[in-house]
């Protein structure tokens, strides 16, 4: 365990952390809006990708990837929107976390870009919605969806992914940690072989993530 000393000086009140990042000037404090403005609605339709964070009500968290092609956050009216579950592993972390505690977070992302757009809401867990028979992909149609009543929604900049470099390909070191095969070889199918799981993550993998 890291020694107290090493683990720095704990910031402990809102007005310690103001003393040092400052506060928000007025349009950004403000500029969260309760409903999907027209804009919001064009970032929905590009973005192929979202982060959803839950928490249960003891604040335990969890963050998930999700991704389908773009527009894969369908926009029932002004302040709803839904999420498509796709295969996974079943664990449904967020899933029972919005059992527990609805509220969640979202972030929408369009590769290339380095805004988002943001989500707060609260959440619930639906199937055999009508809207559903419009998420389906590759033949396959979510038995559930996400379905998100929005509080508040935002952009937010992009400082972090040019931070990140992230969408600059001369930057990407995509062999710097282990490849998949050897993570999971590691730590969840340990007494799989590597050969073995480089056949399963291999180029077929992609060709299962509907099945």
């Known amino acids: 365990m890291v ?3 090493e683990r720095g000086i704990p910031v402990t009140s809102a007005h310690e952390l103001e003393a040092i990042i400052g506060v928000p000037e007025p349009r950004t404090a403000n500029k969260a809006r309760s409903r999907l403005h027209a804009v919001d609605r064009a ?9 959803v964070a839950t928490g249960d009500e003891h604040g335990e968290l969890d963050v998930s990837p999700k991704g389908d092609p773009a527009g894969f956050a369908t926009v029932l009216d002004d302040t709803t929107i839904a999420i498509p579950e796709r295969p996974g592993n079943r664990r449904a972390d967020g899933f029972h976390n919005v059992l527990r505690n609805p509220h969640v977070g979202l972030v929408f992302v369009i590769p290339g870009r380095g805004d988002t757009l943001r989500v707060n809401g609260r959440a619930t867990i639906v199937r055999d919605a009508p809207f559903i028979d419009g998420m389906v992909v590759r033949g ?10 929005i509080d508040e929604v935002f952009f937010h900049c992009s400082k ?13 070191a995509p062999e ?5 095969a050897v993570i999971a070889k590691a730590v969840e199918r340990r007494g ?8 399963y993550y291999g180029p077929s993998y992609a060709e299962r993530i509907y099945g």
């Open 43 to 51: 970032w929905l339709a590009a973005a192929p990708l979202a982060f």
């Open 192 to 199: 799989d072989s590597l050969e073995v799981l480089d056949e």
């Open 140 to 149: 396959h149609r979510p038995s559930l969806a996400l379905l998100v009543d």
């Open 176 to 180: 710097a940690a282990p490849r998949r």
């Open 3 to 5: 020694d107290q000393r």
């Open 160 to 172: 972090a992914f040019l931070r990140s470099k992230a969408w600059q390909p001369d930057e990407w």
